[in-house]
């Protein structure tokens, strides 16, 4: 089982800046994907950005040249740093994991684009 805990989420201004943290405990050894998804109000959950275990790297279209996903060995952490942020990137973000054994997320942090 892998634990993950999420901070980093905020209100933010239009044009601003966020980083997101997502920690990674327990059975994080077989781990092969850590990624981003988002949720927002009256929408389908869409992925954001992941990080394969080789090192290569998927973007949403709409997150491209804006966002970038990197990821802490040492710390067993993956990072979603957010520039330009816009009102379209409000949503509940949610930290995921995945193993031969299935995934694993975390509880979501909210993220607040004020126009």
């Known amino acids: 089982q892998v634990q993950l805990v999420e901070s980093g989420g905020g209100l933010v201004q239009a044009g601003g800046s966020l980083r997101l943290s997502c920690a990674a405990s327990?059975?994080?050894?077989?781990?092969?994907?850590m990624g981003w998804y988002r949720q927002a109000p009256g929408k389908q959950r869409e992925l954001v950005a992941r990080?394969?275990?080789?090192?290569?790297?998927n973007y949403a279209d709409s997150v491209k040249g804006r966002f970038t996903i990197s990821r802490d060995n040492a710390k067993n952490t993956v990072y979603l740093q957010m520039n330009s942020l816009e009102p379209e990137d409000t949503a509940v973000y949610y930290c995921?994991?995945?193993?031969?054994?299935?995934?694993?997320w975390g509880q979501g942090t909210q993220v607040t684009v004020s126009s």
């Open positions: 995921y994991v995945d193993r031969l054994s299935g995934r694993s």
């Open positions: 327990g059975s994080i050894f077989s781990i092969n994907v």
């Open positions: 990080l394969f275990s080789g090192g290569y790297i």
